[in-house]
């Protein structure tokens, strides 16, 4: 059931056992197989095994001690940071909780960021924010959901770069996947809901070019907000899925 399905072997191996965890093959609390049985079942050898285990460790799906074994840990304790997690996941589907809480973390850190942005934003950057939003417009007119994804993508970066605050970015990075995941659900919004959002992204653009700080802080509150409801409604009348698009 679970034997690697790739020629990479340590990928592979990776790939299932992570994958069967985030599944619900492994209850939390729960122990895994022994070493040697985990080893027949998946076709490798123990010092494979061995390196997986750890990266799972590292991914905070799992955790070893003495005496205690190989326990699976709950998703609280995932690594929500980490691309890998963030992919089976997204295979499998997301529960909508997990998404709203990157849109409350988002809420708290990108007006704040686009406050510092309409005061701190060098021509250059809002330039790049100004390309971002033409190529989802584009995107949006020529249909092309991948290309969308991109430039919002781009775009909110941008803004967390504009910020001039080192941290706020390094954020925007480590979320970067489940953003990507967020922003491909927008996609699927009924009645055509990323072309609506459009106005929202440029009346951005454009108090930071005005260098209006409180406004700009309150349409992105509000576009954020737009797109927690988008993503809720999207998922509870949606037949679950998963999401991967890779």
Not at 14 to 36: N, W
Not at 121 to 144: P, Q
Not at 158 to 180: E, K, V
Request: charge should be negative.
């Amino acid at each position: 059931m679970l034997k690697p399905k790739i020629k990479n072997i340590h990928g592979g191996t990776l790939d299932a056992m992570g994958s069967a965890i985030i599944r619900g093959d492994y209850v939390p609390g729960e122990k895994l197989p022994p070493e040697q049985k985990l080893c027949e079942e998946l076709g490798v050898s123990r010092t494979i095994l061995r390196e997986v285990v750890k990266s799972l460790v590292a991914k905070g799906l799992i955790s070893t001690g003495p005496k205690i074994g190989t326990l699976v840990l709950p998703s609280e304790r995932w690594n929500w940071f980490d691309d890998q997690v963030v992919g089976w996941q997204a295979s499998i589907g997301f529960d909508p909780e997990i998404l709203d809480n990157l849109q409350e973390l988002r809420a708290v850190i990108e007006p704040e960021a686009v406050r510092l942005a309409a005061e701190r934003a060098t021509e250059e950057e809002i330039d790049a924010l100004e390309r971002a939003y033409h190529g989802m417009a584009s995107a949006v007119e020529r249909g092309s959901t991948e290309d969308y994804i991109s430039h919002d993508y781009d775009f909110h970066l941008g803004l967390l770069r504009a910020s001039h605050n080192r941290m706020f970015l390094q954020m925007g990075r480590a979320l970067g996947s489940m953003l990507r995941e967020v922003l491909l659900i927008t996609t699927r919004t009924p009645n055509n809901g990323i072309a609506r959002s459009l106005p929202a992204h440029w009346r951005i653009v454009e108090t930071i070019r005005a260098r209006d700080a409180e406004k700009a802080c309150a349409y992105s509150r509000q576009q954020i907000q737009a797109s927690r409801t988008d993503v809720t409604e999207t998922l509870l009348t949606t037949p679950a899925h998963g999401t991967d698009h890779r």
